[in-house]
T-cell receptor
Framework: GAVVSQHPSWVICKSGTSVKIECRSLDFQATTMFWYRQFPKQSLMLMATSNEGSKATYEQGVEKDKFLINHASLTLSTLTVTSAHPEDSSFYIC???????????FGSGTRLTVV | GEDVEQSLFLSVREGDSSVINCTYTDSSSTYLYWYKQEPGAGLQLLTYIFSNMDMKQDQRLTVLLNKKDKHLSLRIADTQTGDSAIYFCAESNDYKLSFGAGTTVTVRA
């Protein structure tokens, strides 16, 4: 149980275009999901907390107009990287919790490359 | 903010035990976690420990928590080549996770 599906697993896009990444909880409902960014050989940095039915909570330094988060249902959160630039290239990972703090399940990640 | 630190690299011979260490600064952490990340993949929860426990064992994995020293360790018994990965220590307070930089474990034959 507690499976989180993330799609796509990789995407290449041109500078200036927007990319949407989906995060789904397959067998449980998640009122809260989290979006992380990971640079090569570095740790995960929390970007924002996605709340079902309300606005996302962004961490300091993360541009909310750049990284649009929508959590329209209890099983789906989306992250849209708008007007992507090469510096947005990174590994993006979502997570959700079914059992509260006891278990955060992560998606398989999305490798974004902006050319 | 919370800081989680762990050594960056560990090389271990197949069949030996691996010990990965982690320190954290937030004394109000409620849960502490160990995650495994293989190349190009997401994070897999290996185990977690509640802050009022000092040890948890799950098959080949043993977690030790010294709350006084804010020190967490993960021991992997009989390390196998499939254990080669990056291991992240993380702590949570409220619902946010703070991660260490990850320890790259390399298992050599």
């Amino acid at each position: 149980g507690a499976v989180v599906s993330q799609h796509p697993s990789w995407v290449i896009c041109k500078s200036g275009t927007s990319v949407k990444i989906e995060c789904r909880s397959l067998d449980f409902q998640a009122t809260t999901m989290f979006w992380y960014r990971q640079f090569p050989k570095q740790s995960l940095m929390l970007m924002a907390t996605s709340n079902e039915g309300s606005k996302a909570t962004y961490e300091q330094g993360v541009e909310k107009d750049k990284f649009l988060i929508n959590h329209a249902s209890l099983t789906l959160s989306t992250l849209t990287v708008t007007s992507a630039h090469p510096e947005d290239s990174s590994f993006y990972i979502c997570s959700a919790s079914r059992d509260g703090a006891k278990g955060y399940t992560f998606g398989s990640g999305t490798r974004l490359t902006v050319v | 903010g919370e800081d989680v630190e762990q050594s960056l690299f560990l090389s271990v011979r197949e069949g030996d035990s691996s010990v990965i260490n982690c320190t954290y600064t937030d004394s109000s952490s409620t849960y502490l976690y160990w995650y495994k990340q293989e190349p190009g993949a997401g994070l897999q929860l290996l185990t977690y420990i509640f802050s009022n426990m000092d040890m948890k064992q799950d098959q080949r994995l043993t977690v030790l928590l010294n709350k006084k020293d804010k020190h967490l360790s993960l021991r992997i018994a009989d390390t196998q080549t499939g254990d080669s990965a990056i291991y992240f220590c993380a702590e949570s307070n409220d619902y946010k996770l703070s991660f260490g930089a990850g320890t790259t474990v390399t298992v050599r034959a």
